[in-house]
């Protein structure tokens, strides 16, 4: 559905404003339980049916996993820019929507959608989307100049796991987001029969190569 949204705006603009560049404006999700923009999962309301009773920290990742999501989809649409709302909560203390979609504490410490968004950055901040593979699991390639980079996850709300055979040149590296982290975490990836096996989950992971 997020897709497709993003092709009608694209097609708009192609239509009717020369191709100029489409900037999707004050997008995020909120972190406390209760708003109807609440970053809580299909399976998390299945532990929790009161909703006010899903740990801060779950939710918080949540908010991670799905800002990730939503860039990398929307870009892959061919959406230009998005303007998150917002660095800070509004007032936390409410459930209304937007009031708790901060990615800082109040402190300045980064919560997790934070810690993605710059670890993407870091990572393929100069690739541009280049083809989809699948829907599901989503495996997206993009790239940037000779380089490469896969891009893969379940989209699901929940703790799904599966592995992907992912065709793949030579030996290479899994990045994974990491909360708390400026970085990526990085392991090493083995080549078998000209593939790699690739564990996926709903959190985005990236393989990088070259093209051969």
């Known amino acids: 559905a997020l897709g497709k949204a993003a092709d009608r705006f694209v097609a708009f603009s192609n239509t009717f404003g020369a191709g100029k560049p489409v900037v999707l404006t004050e997008t995020g999700y909120d972190v406390h339980p209760l708003s109807p923009l609440a970053a809580v999962r299909a399976a998390d309301l299945q532990v929790y049916p009161n909703r006010a009773l899903i740990p801060p920290a779950r939710v918080q990742q949540t908010q991670g996993v799905w800002t990730l999501r939503s860039l990398l989809e929307l870009a892959a649409h061919g959406i230009d820019g998005i303007a998150w709302y917002q660095?800070?909560?509004d007032n936390?203390?409410?459930p209304d929507v937007y009031?708790?979609?901060g990615l800082l504490n109040a402190d300045n410490s980064r919560r997790p959608a934070a810690d993605?968004?710059?670890q993407a950055r870091a990572l393929m901040?100069?690739?541009t989307f280049r083809e989809r593979r699948s829907e599901n699991p989503r495996v997206d390639i993009w790239e940037h100049g000779a380089a490469r980079m896969a891009v893969l996850w379940l989209p699901?709300?929940?703790?799904s796991r599966s592995t992907y055979v992912l065709p793949w040149p030579a030996a290479g590296a899994l990045f994974t987001p990491a909360i708390g982290a400026t970085r990526m975490t990085q392991t090493k990836l083995s080549v078998k029969n000209g593939a790699v096996?690739?564990?996926l989950s709903e959190t985005p992971v990236f393989v990088p190569f070259k093209a051969q």
Do not use: I, R
């Open 99 to 101: 009031q708790s979609c």
């Open 116 to 118: 993605f968004l710059l």
């Open 92 to 94: 936390g203390t409410l």
């Open 125 to 127: 901040g100069k690739y």
């Open 87 to 89: 660095a800070y909560d």
């Open 156 to 159: 699901v709300e929940d703790d």
């Open 197 to 199: 096996l690739v564990q």
